[in-house]
């Protein structure tokens, strides 16, 4: 069988759930419900590529301001600015204002927001890049149709740029049975699925990590343990959280 070349995500644990890493240029969503580990799996993504790998990488957001995400990564010894190794590899760009539009009357045009990413991509030219979230930018469709489309239209894009990419998606809390993300689209046009649960069991709450999905490689279909340290994330691959 030929060899698939991989991502490291240099993330305790999940290279070996994964078999080896992520296929490379792979888009992934990695989605999970508030509180599950998403914004620090992904920065650890870039982190760690641009301090062992020397990949580029871009972080863009439309969530919160990207000062906030570099400020909350130093918690988890993560200096986006100063570390040697890391300083001036990992851009973080925000399209926060862009995403307010619609309110007061105005129209959100969601193109303007498919051409800033996409030139900021083309730009930088990154090895790695995180979408923060995708579930913001589809919520603005009425249609289910056109959102299938324009989200399909970001994956194929990454996939254009030879870059691995992960998308952020929340999954809405029902107590029940786990959702894969809010819209139930993004799921089929990405390549990989990794779900972060935050589970309540007796008394307290247990973090997990599972691989729903991952084309091209085979991996543990296994719920892991996941935990955030000091040092960020750290998974459990000989582990079963159930």
């Not at 990488?57 to 190794?85: H, Q, W």
């Not at 890049?129 to 589809?138: G, M, W």
Request: aromatic letters at 8%; a negative charge.
């Amino acid at each position: 069988m030929t060899e698939v070349p991989r991502t490291k995500t240099d993330i305790q644990g999940l290279d070996q759930i994964l078999n080896g890493g992520i296929p490379d240029e792979h888009t992934v969503v990695i989605s999970g419900t508030s509180g599950a580990g998403k914004t620090t799996l992904t920065t650890q993504f870039l982190y760690n590529g641009a301090k062992n790998h020397d990949d580029k990488g871009i972080y863009f957001t439309l969530e919160e301001p990207a000062r906030n995400i570099v400020e909350t990564s130093k918690n988890f010894d993560m200096d986006f600015e100063n570390d040697e190794g890391v300083a001036g590899k990992v851009k973080f760009h925000e399209e926060l204002e862009l995403m307010r539009e619609g309110s007061g009357g105005e129209v959100f045009e969601p193109d303007r927001f498919v051409d800033a990413f996409k030139r900021q991509i083309e730009q930088y030219d990154p090895d790695r890049v995180v979408l923060d979230s995708i579930t913001k930018f589809a919520m603005v469709f009425d249609s289910s149709p056109l959102r299938r489309e324009k989200v399909s239209e970001i994956a194929q894009f990454l996939r254009e740029q030879e870059c691995t990419a992960m998308l952020l998606a929340e999954i809405p809390y029902t107590g029940g049975e786990r959702q894969v993300s809010k819209y139930q689209i993004v799921e089929f046009v990405a390549d990989g699925v990794i779900l972060l649960g935050n589970e309540r069991t007796e008394s307290s709450r247990t973090r997990t990590l599972e691989v729903f999905k991952m084309r091209r490689t085979d991996h543990s279909s296994d719920i892991h343990p996941l935990k955030i340290t000091n040092n960020g994330i750290v998974t459990y691959p000989n582990q079963t959280a159930f």
